[in-house]
């Protein structure tokens, strides 16, 4: 059985191409997409079946989203949100606007005496946690490749859903802001994950052979992530 990958709507999907089969298959798990297909079925009749699919992909991955805990952050002073792994609390000030920076060990937003609108604030905060992130990814990652000798193209961030990054078969890497609320060394695997996939554009052993080499921790960020990555929201 042979494999190979595709990019499709922001998703990296998996080929096995098999003489065992005689139909494609479609199989989704959380964010991943795999497909069987006959060994000679051309390129072009695959991408056809995965626009058919789209709706489908996109409703069986949504259900995977759905099916994660919410935040319930009320956005009020007092409350604690997470910045590499450290709890800051929330101190909401009356005056006049000032967006969300973390000062002296809390995070601040100031608004017009008389506001109250979570939805402000949680705004502000987005955008706070979505600059660092940026600052905090592109210096992760123009380390991590310099020590792994390979090369990026450029580095941006997202709001995805349900999934932590993903790496082009250009060199374009990007990543969910809301990696940066994990501790350092969770977001240092996200970095190393991603940047092995400029080595290995999969999820073979050889890629996780290379996760390891760098990153000898790697199971236990895993992990990590699999039993915290849910709490990881404004």
């Not at 199989?27 to 489908?56: A, C, D």
């Not at 005496?113 to 706070?128: H, R």
């Not at 073979?204 to 960020?221: A, N, T």
């Amino acid at each position: 059985m042979t494999k190979e990958f595709i990019e499709f709507d922001d998703l990296i999907v998996e080929i096995k191409r098999s003489n065992r089969v005689k139909s494609a298959t479609i199989t989704v798990e959380e964010s991943s997409v795999l497909v069987v297909v006959p060994r000679l079925l051309e390129l072009e009749r695959i991408k056809k079946l995965l626009k058919n699919k789209r709706q489908w992909i996109k409703e069986k991955i949504a259900l995977h989203h759905e099916a994660q805990p919410k935040s319930n952050k009320e956005f009020v002073s007092g409350e604690c949100f997470s910045y590499l792994g450290r709890n800051y609390r929330l101190k909401v000030n009356q005056g006049y606007y000032k967006p969300a920076k973390l000062i002296n060990g809390r995070f601040c937003v100031t608004l017009f005496a008389g506001t109250d609108n979570a939805d402000l604030i949680k705004d502000s905060l987005l955008a706070w946690y979505e600059k660092h992130a940026d600052i905090k990814f592109n210096e992760k990652v123009k380390r991590y490749a310099e020590i792994m000798n390979v090369k990026f193209n450029s580095v941006s961030i997202k709001n995805y859903k349900s999934r932590w990054g993903s790496c082009s078969v250009e060199g374009d890497i990007t990543f969910n802001w809301k990696v940066v609320m994990a501790p350092n060394r969770i977001v240092d695997y996200v970095v190393v994950h991603e940047l092995c996939h400029l080595i290995h554009h999969d999820h073979s052993p050889k890629f996780w052979c290379e996760v390891e080499r760098f990153m000898p921790d790697y199971l236990e960020c895993k992990e990590w992530l699999k039993h915290n990555g849910a709490k990881l929201e404004l």
